[in-house]
């Protein structure tokens, strides 16, 4: 009877220590700032396929669709500053970031639609009542269900819309200062995934409607001519910087590494227009 109870209590302190090792995490901490805002941090004792550290990130209160996800982040420590970088709509996403200044850290939790990062410190009540096992069931779940990978995945349709409407006020911009009607044009088929990804698409296209804003806010004569003169502006990305205009239509070939596109812009209108 002894007997049988031992073996009874060793398989159930076995048990519950293989429950525990099941979930790979240490504890974690909180990190607080206004508002309500809060964020989990929870290293994981595993490592990335290129042996990176991992770290279980939990934002709350932010009013983004972040709120809620136990998103997995690589944990970049260089000791004075770190980052934790996920993966967001196909590229790295710096979601916090520390910095130590005069041997104090400040923590920033960065995310979407906000332009500035939210300070937060670390909030000891908020971590005593923090349950590492219970995020990384979040993780596994979430991973499960889809929701993580949605989240992480490139959408070039969704990054094409919100470059159209950024390059669709500069053109109004353009318009409203020359008094004219552009109509403004990209052809995505001349951008790689790989371009989009890394650079602003509306910025590099909208350098010519830039160079003839200010030229038309420069002087009357010039709001004339180019209001005149200029009808349509379409932009692609091609291998060299290069611009011309034909009966009123402003061809654009933008290139991601040329500098000074709109001081080149401004040259071209000023000597062809």
Known sequence: MRNTLATVIAVGVLSGTLAVAAAPVTSGKV?????????????????????????????????????????LAVHNDKGRSADYIIQY????????????????????????GRRDAIRV?????????????????????????????????FNRQERESEQNQSFAELVKSMNDTCGSKVMGIID????????????????????PLEALRRL??????????????????????GPEMQLDIKAGAVSFTTQQDAANQEEYATRFFEKNL
């Not at 994981?44 to 279980?56: A, D, R, S, Y």
């Not at 410190?121 to 993580?148: I, V, W």
């Not at 002087?219 to 990305?237: E, G, L, T």
């Open 188 to 207: 995505w088929k001349s951008v790689s995934d790989d371009v989009i990804k890394k650079y602003s698409i509306s910025s590099y296209c909208g350098n």
């Open 216 to 237: 038309c806010s420069d002087s009357a004569v010039s709001r004339k001519v180019i209001s005149a003169k200029v009808k349509s502006v379409a932009c692609q990305f």
């Open 89 to 112: 709509k196909g590229e790295d996403y710096y979601v916090v970031i520390m910095r130590e200044a005069y041997g104090s850290k400040n923590y920033e939790l960065w995310v979407p």
């Open 31 to 71: 990190y607080s700032g206004g508002e309500g805002v809060s964020v989990a941090l929870v290293p994981l004792t595993t490592k990335g396929p290129k042996g990176e550290k991992q770290v279980l990130v939990h934002p709350q209160g932010t009013e983004t669709e972040f709120d809620g996800k136990a998103m």
């Open 121 to 153: 410190s670390f909030d000891e009540k908020r971590t005593e009542k923090l349950k590492a096992e219970d995020l990384y069931e979040k993780y596994q779940k979430q991973n499960k269900d889809g929701t993580l990978s949605k989240m992480a995945a």
